[in-house]
């Protein structure tokens, strides 16, 4: 046995995207995968890559029968799970959840989220122009103010 894919580091990363799916946000669940998966190491991330291709083609229906009572799907989900993810935080439908979030968007999990690529581009550009990049960073941060602060700053 070795160590899961993804590992229990980030439950909060894992509990917010089954969050996102739960409440049917499906856009920005795949955007924080895809912003997730970028800061795994290249070396996980294929593998993560390859076994999603593995599972979706072996959990087809007309692929080989695994186990007569069961569809190949679940089969090949509750044997994979604990290979991608094995959250003690989350229970086993959230993790099976996840899972299957994964196998349906494993085409665009890999992919740059349209975001990234914006942000990026704006400061290339403003670097290229000469101005700072940190003015407009794209972010936007609140600081608390004490009503003095505020009524000082109005």
């Not at 003015?135 to 700053?153: I, M, P």
């Amino acid at each position: 046995m070795r160590d899961p894919l993804l590992t229990n580091q980030d439950l909060d990363i894992h509990t917010g995207i089954i969050e996102l799916i739960e409440h049917g946000k499906a856009e920005q669940a795949l955007e924080g995968l895809q912003l997730y998966l970028k800061l795994l190491e290249p070396n996980i991330r294929e593998e993560l890559r390859r076994l999603l291709m593995f599972i979706a083609i072996s959990s087809e229906p007309e692929s080989y029968k695994l186990q007569k009572q069961f569809d190949n799907r679940s089969v090949i989900i509750k044997t994979f799970t604990k290979t991608i993810l094995q959250d003690n935080g989350l229970s086993k439908p959230k993790l099976e959840q996840l899972i299957q979030f994964l196998m349906k968007n494993r085409f665009e999990l890999f992919q740059t989220p349209l975001t990234l690529l914006e942000l990026t581009s704006k400061k290339f550009k403003s670097l290229l122009e000469g101005q700072d990049p940190d003015t407009n960073s794209g972010f936007t941060f609140c600081q608390h103010l004490t009503l003095k602060e505020f009524e000082d700053q109005k």
